[in-house]
């Protein structure tokens, strides 16, 4: 697949293919959700779920920094939320984007 945009761009900034699916990580407290979404990114093409976490303090000491291209996450989990942990996934996963 290419980009829309250019036809010619066959890679992202960081050298991304565009063939490959966005890796994301799920992070929501509540499994039934979690599981939920994991399943659902994982039956499309363009997405796949590397990994999943019940809450962000958890899953901060476990992603490495080119683990995923997007942290989709609650704004609303315990200790750590989703907003509180911008600065800090900002900061160490510069290639990812976080979603909350």
Same mark, same amino acid.
């Given at each position: ?27 929501? %407290?509540?499994r039934?959700?979690?599981? +939920? *979404?994991?399943? /659902? ?7 796949? =779920?590397? @990994? ?16 995923? %291209? ?5 704004? +609303? *989990?315990?200790? /750590?939320?989703?907003i509180?942990?911008?600065?800090? =996934?900002? @900061?160490n ?8």
């Open positions: 697949m290419q980009s829309i945009l250019n036809p010619k761009l066959t890679t992202d900034s960081t050298g991304k293919s565009f063939d490959s699916p966005i890796r994301v990580v799920v992070i929501e %407290d509540i039934e959700l979690r599981e +939920g *979404l994991q399943s /659902l990114l994982n039956l499309t093409t363009n997405f796949k =779920c590397v @990994k999943s976490f019940g809450a962000m303090d958890e899953a901060l000491r476990f992603i490495e920094a080119d683990t995923a %291209d997007l942290i989709l996450t609650d704004i +609303g *989990l315990p200790r /750590l939320n989703g509180e942990a911008r600065g800090f =996934c900002a @900061k996963f510069p290639n990812c984007r976080l979603s909350c």
